[in-house]
């Protein structure tokens, strides 16, 4: 595989793990209305599961340098991939407000890593002259999760 496939393959992977990430985030987003309503509480108590999940993000944050070093950027983002998905599927099935809060604790921490995972395997992962243009294809991810991913989920898809 050529220096220029592998650089496209390095950041379409690396987009799509910031895809997922913002994803993770902007899921609750459409249907904010319809969980309260199913909870019995306001549309503002449902949007705060964003701090519990924000909150979780950040304190993993903290952690993430050392694990980068312990664990391999490849290895974070796997495990980031698994633990978004499990946590989303287990938010989806929350039977009651409280579950949902703590289901957004894994999803933050899974947002974070994610995140920065994906950032810095940019720059570890190509030489020096692409590195730019790859970070730039990565963080394209977040912008089309709006764009692609909003609309989707309005539709209920």
Do not use: E, K
Request: charged fraction near 10%; hydrophobic fraction near 60%.
């Amino acid at each position: 595989m050529t220096r220029t496939a592998t650089q496209r393959r390095i950041a379409l992977s690396l987009s799509l793990c910031v895809f997922a990430a913002q994803s993770g985030l902007i899921a609750l987003s459409p249907v904010l209305a319809a969980v309260a309503a199913d909870f019995g509480v306001s549309t503002a108590v449902v949007g705060q599961l964003r701090t519990a999940a924000g909150l979780a993000a950040g304190l993993a944050s903290l952690a993430l340098p050392a694990a980068a070093r312990r664990f391999g950027l490849s290895r974070l983002l796997r495990g980031g991939a698994v633990l978004l998905a499990v946590a989303s599927l287990a938010s989806a099935a929350a039977p009651t407000l409280a579950v949902l809060a703590l289901c957004q604790l894994p999803l933050g921490i899974a947002v974070s890593v994610l995140m920065a995972a994906a950032t810095s395997a940019a720059g570890d992962w190509v030489a020096v002259p692409a590195r730019g243009r790859v970070l730039g294809w990565a963080l394209m991810g977040s912008p089309a999760a709006w764009i692609v991913g909003m609309p989707a989920l309005g539709l209920g898809f």
